[in-house]
């Protein structure tokens, strides 16, 4: 039975899921579903300082509220724009000297919104977020602990001049963020830079093969006329075509895992067993576990184990190089472990992958871009096989893969990358998001340049 209806979806009965979401009339890919405003929103602590703190792009220097000293924006526009959200925000941390949590700082946002505007925002918001699903009885007492010390976290810095709030309705809203808080990404889609919440798409429910993806569209602030100015919001876009009363679904957790272990993130992560037919049937498991069939002789189960145990050793190990900026030990370690890999695991396996990634990635960094460049190819070559045609993921990956396929010298292998990112870009973020609109320039012809790679200075790994 409909509930409430927001044209063209509404909210309806979904079984054992609760409620969902489902269209009321047919869509076509790339089509926008539903946009939706956050309801609150703030930036990861650590990144507070390069990122604006209202349209969330990453900033080289931002301009620092000279009140709270912590809130950092693109410039006084991006400020006066945000003054509404932050005011409060702004007097609490000036009073208790630091900023709190991004979780206690997202709850106090919630509440100081709900305050103002009460908790149903627009004539377009299908729930309001007492009805939303907060877990708190399926949590294990470890993160209840932790749900505990945010509570008393978030009483120190509510002002005592604000309305008082019980702690059984915090301790919701705490709950409510840690199941349904959306991940924001900076304006190139290539870093998660806070966590917001937007009660529509809180009824999105998942499958691991979805016919809809989500993302942030970073809103404009830079037109002298306010009027033209856009908030930041999300985008439900369809990656298909769907029908007339067809539920609408996103994936929770990334799709380059085995079911079993996607059954078990979401479990840990949403307190519910995935059921959907990717995971029942474990479509794609036998890929992702690949290994090498040479005119059938496969390698024996004895040594497959001691490949896979010896690649997440070696994957611990690339973390740990990784996170101390020691990249050539990293190049070492993926090398060594391609090494052992390639006579054994098929090229979808997902360890193997995940080194390939990673050995791409730092390799651009360090300026070694025909390697870089072949292992990246073969990485697009596994995702391809395993990802939904139109997943964003892949977009990414193929687009990364041909920006290092140009720095290699290796322009129409590049230009054909970067036209098939085009085509799932555009469908899963539109013509006017700010990657698509840099593929547009990056897909001139570029057979026409010199085959020579240009030089390049040195790039952060997240610009790769």
């Known amino acids: 039975m409909t509930v409430e209806k927001m044209d063209p979806v509404e909210v309806f009965a979904a079984g054992e899921k609760g409620r969902g979401l489902r269209v009321t009339k047919e869509m076509s890919a790339g089509d926008v579903v539903f946009a939706e405003a956050s309801f609150a929103a703030v930036v990861f602590d650590s990144l507070s300082l390069q990122v604006c703190h209202s349209c969330f792009r990453r900033q080289a220097n931002p301009h620092r509220c000279a009140q709270c000293k912590f809130a950092y924006y693109c410039d006084r526009t991006c400020q006066r724009a945000a003054w509404d959200e932050h005011k409060q925000e702004c007097s609490a941390i000036k009073k208790i000297g630091k900023a709190p949590n991004e979780n206690v700082r997202l709850v106090a946002r919630i509440l100081w919104r709900i305050q103002k505007d009460t908790g149903l925002v627009s004539d377009a918001q299908l729930t309001t977020l007492d009805l939303l699903e907060d877990h708190l009885s399926k949590m294990s007492p470890e993160d209840l602990k932790e749900l505990k010390v945010d509570v008393q976290h978030f009483y120190n810095y509510w002002p005592k001049k604000s309305k008082p709030v019980g702690e059984?309705?915090?301790?919701?809203?705490?709950?409510?963020?840690?199941?349904?808080?959306?991940?924001?990404?900076?304006?190139?889609?290539?870093?998660?830079?806070?966590?917001?919440?937007?009660?529509?798409?809180?009824?999105?429910?998942?499958?691991?093969?979805?016919?809809?993806?989500?993302?942030?569209?970073?809103?404009?602030?830079?037109?002298?006329?306010?009027?033209?100015?856009?908030?930041?919001?999300?985008?439900?876009?369809?990656?298909?075509?769907?029908?007339?009363?067809?539920?609408?679904?996103?994936?929770?957790?990334?799709?380059?895992?085995?079911?079993?272990?996607?059954?078990?993130?979401?479990?840990?992560?949403?307190?519910?067993?995935?059921?959907?037919?990717?995971?029942?049937?474990?479509?794609?498991?036998?890929?992702?576990?690949?290994?090498?069939?040479?005119?059938?002789?496969?390698?024996?189960?004895?040594?497959?184990?001691?490949?896979?145990?010896?690649?997440?050793?070696?994957?611990?190990?690339?973390?740990?190089?990784r996170t101390k900026g020691n990249f050539h030990e990293v190049v070492k370690i993926c090398r060594e472990s391609l090494e052992k890999q390639d006579p054994v695991f098929g090229g979808t396996n997902l360890h193997l992958l995940r080194v390939l990634s990673t050995a791409s990635e730092v390799l651009s960094f360090l300026q070694q871009f025909t390697e870089a460049a072949g292992y990246a190819q073969r990485m697009v070559d596994g995702y391809t096989k395993l990802y939904h045609p139109n997943n964003a993921q892949?977009?990414?990956?193929?687009?990364?893969?041909?920006?290092?396929?140009?720095?290699?010298?290796?322009?129409?292998?590049?230009?054909?990358?970067?036209?098939?990112?085009?085509?799932?870009?555009?469908?899963?973020?539109?013509?006017?998001?700010?990657?698509?609109?840099?593929?547009?320039?990056?897909?001139?012809?570029?057979?026409?340049?010199?085959?020579?790679?240009p030089q390049v200075n040195k790039v952060k790994l997240t610009e790769i």
Not at 400 to 406: I, L, P, Q, S
Not at 411 to 440: F, M
Request: charged fraction near 20%; glycine fraction near 8%; aromatic fraction near 8%.
């Open 168 to 321: 059984d309705y915090v301790s919701h809203l705490f709950g409510v963020i840690n199941c349904n808080g959306f991940t924001l990404s900076d304006q190139r889609g290539l870093q998660a830079v806070g966590v917001g919440l937007f009660p529509n798409l809180c009824l999105v429910n998942h499958d691991c093969w979805p016919n809809c993806t989500v993302i942030l569209n970073p809103g404009n602030q830079t037109a002298l006329d306010a009027s033209f100015h856009s908030k930041r919001r999300i985008e439900l876009r369809a990656l298909g075509k769907i029908s007339e009363g067809e539920e609408l679904t996103v994936s929770y957790v990334d799709f380059l895992n085995v079911s079993k272990d996607r059954q078990r993130l979401l479990k840990q992560q949403y307190y519910f067993d995935c059921k959907c037919e990717h995971c029942t049937s474990g479509i794609k498991d036998d890929l992702m576990t690949a290994v090498r069939d040479t005119d059938g002789h496969k390698p024996s189960a004895d040594v497959v184990k001691a490949v896979t145990d010896f690649s997440l050793q070696a994957l611990v190990k690339i973390e740990e190089a």
């Open 394 to 453: 892949l977009g990414m990956a193929i687009m990364r893969a041909g920006v290092t396929h140009w720095h290699a010298g290796l322009i129409e292998a590049a230009h054909g990358l970067i036209c098939s990112a085009y085509a799932i870009l555009i469908i899963t973020h539109g013509a006017h998001h700010p990657i698509t609109k840099d593929l547009e320039v990056k897909q001139l012809p570029l057979q026409f340049y010199s085959s020579r790679a």
